[in-house]
C-alpha cells in the first residue's frame, strides 16, 4: 500500500524472543495507530500516537511497546513474545477526521 | 456500552438482494464516521465516508442519524464480490483516537 509501509510482512518467533515490528508512513499525517487481528475477531486498538513524540495505551497494550521518534515512523516491540501474541498486526494512520490508511499488515506467529 | 457497536451477522443474502447494516456509537460529540470493508485476512480499506446528508456511492448508500446515534450502509443489487466484512469506524474530533466497529460479516450466495 502506498503510504503505509509495514515490515516484516511475515514472521515467526519462538516464545521468549523479541522483535520491532516497524511502520513508516509518507503521507505526512499525524496520528498513527497499532492494531492485532486475530481470527474471526475484529480490530484490537495495542497503541497509538496521536502526533511525534507522544504515545497512548489502547485496548490490549500488555506485552508491548512503542516509538514515534519522528513524525513518519512508528514502531511496536514484543520484548518477550508469548503465544497468545500470535496474530496479524495492523498500522495505520489518518490525518485529521480524515479515514485511516492501513498498511499490508505483519502476519506473526510465536511457537 | 461499547463505543461502537455493530451486529457481527453472518448476513447470507441471495446475489440481487438488498441488504442493510447497523452500527450504533456511544459519544453523541462524534465528529466524522466511515464504513470500510475487510476481505478476509486482508486490511480494511474505506468503502465510504458518511455524511449528515446521507450520501450514495453506486449500489452503496450511507445515512448518518444523530439523534439515534447511528449510522447504516445500504447495499443493492448484491453482488458476490461483495462478501467481506464491514467495519464501521467513528471519530470523535481532535485528538482523540478512531474507534472500529467488530464489524458486520455478509456472506453473498449464488
Known amino acids: 500500500n502506498a503510504g503505509v509501509t509495514q515490515t516484516p510482512k511475515f514472521q515467526v518467533l519462538k516464545t521468549g524472543q523479541s522483535m520491532t515490528l516497524q511502520c513508516a508512513q509518507d503521507m505526512n499525517h499525524n496520528s498513527m495507530y497499532w492494531y492485532r487481528q486475530d481470527p474471526g475477531m475484529g480490530l484490537r486498538l495495542i497503541y497509538y500516537?496521536?502526533?511525534?513524540?507522544?504515545?497512548d495505551k489502547g485496548e490490549v497494550p500488555n506485552g508491548y511497546n512503542v516509538s514515534r521518534l519522528n513524525k513518519r515512523e512508528f514502531s511496536l516491540r514484543l520484548e518477550s513474545a508469548a503465544p497468545s501474541q500470535t496474530s496479524v498486526y495492523f498500522c495505520?494512520?489518518?490525518?485529521?477526521?480524515?479515514?485511516?490508511?492501513f498498511g499490508d499488515g505483519t502476519r506473526l506467529s510465536i511457537l | 456500552r461499547k463505543e461502537v457497536e455493530q451486529d457481527p451477522g453472518p448476513f447470507n443474502v441471495p446475489e440481487g438482494a438488498t441488504v442493510a447494516f447497523n452500527c450504533t456509537y456511544s459519544n453523541s460529540a462524534s465528529q466524522s464516521f466511515f464504513w470500510y470493508r475487510q476481505d478476509c485476512r486482508k486490511e480494511p480499506k474505506l468503502l465510504m465516508s458518511?455524511?449528515?446528508s446521507g450520501n450514495e456511492d453506486g449500489r452503496f448508500t450511507a445515512q448518518l442519524n444523530r439523534a439515534s446515534q447511528y449510522i447504516s450502509l445500504l447495499i443493492r443489487d448484491s453482488k458476490l464480490s461483495d462478501s467481506a466484512t464491514y467495519l464501521c469506524?467513528?471519530?470523535?474530533?481532535?485528538?482523540?483516537?478512531?474507534?472500529f466497529g467488530t464489524g458486520t460479516k455478509l456472506q453473498v450466495i449464488p
Open positions: 500516537s496521536a502526533s511525534e513524540g507522544t504515545t
Open positions: 469506524v467513528v471519530y470523535p474530533g481532535g485528538y482523540q483516537k478512531v474507534t
Open positions: 495505520a494512520l489518518a490525518g485529521g477526521n480524515q479515514p485511516q490508511h
Open positions: 458518511v455524511y449528515s
